[in-house]
């Protein structure tokens, strides 16, 4: 079985790359999912320990949660130590299932996956990528977001162009969602030619970067 590595910096486009393989029919663990559910419930005491006062009725507030770590280096640390130990245990029963019922190909999205680490347990990654002026205008458009909040999340990801310089696969979201969509189609094909559905050691040349 084929593990792909989907990443992307915020407002790339990753979430909707990762729909467009799932409407491919490839099967993707999304992380920041998994975080959510455990936010909901098996995260929570450990996370309340850490951060007294981040959790109501037995779920993590995020936007408390937030406001505890976000310019905190050390805490965020902390908060890794409970949270990532989780995600990896769910995404090892993914892999197990898929793999159980003879899947070629899934999708690991895991923003973070340089910083860590992650890439090393995946065969080939997928870097969604735009412009800058594309990314900081969609991000703004967000709820909530602000010039200084998304600074301060920038700098605690790997430069895009780093990214883009360690993918195998780059999907440029800034065409639109059918020419996602076509270089979705066009990386599946690529690891179906070099590998013929099964696992391999080597990756698939690289393309579209």
Known sequence: ??????TGSIAMGKSTTAGLFAEAGVRVHDA????????????????????????????????????????????IKRLEAIVHPLVRASEARFIAAAAAEGARVVVLDIPLLFETGADARV???????????????RSLERPGMTPAKLDAMLARQMPDAEKRARAHFVVDSSRGIDSARIQV????????????????QDPPQAADR
């Open 32 to 75: 920041d999912a998994a975080v959510h559910r455990l936010y909901e419930g098996e995260a929570a005491a450990a996370i309340e320990a850490a951060f007294a006062g981040t959790t109501c009725g037995g779920k993590v507030d995020r936007a408390r949660l937030a406001e505890r770590v976000l310019d905190d280096a050390a805490a």
């Open 1 to 6: 079985m084929f593990v792909l590595g989907l």
């Open 123 to 137: 065969d080939a990654v997928v870097v969604v990528s735009a412009p800058p002026g594309v990314q900081r205008a």
């Open 185 to 200: 189609r066009g990386i599946l094909r690529a690891i179906a030619a070099a590998t013929g559905g099964e696992r391999t």
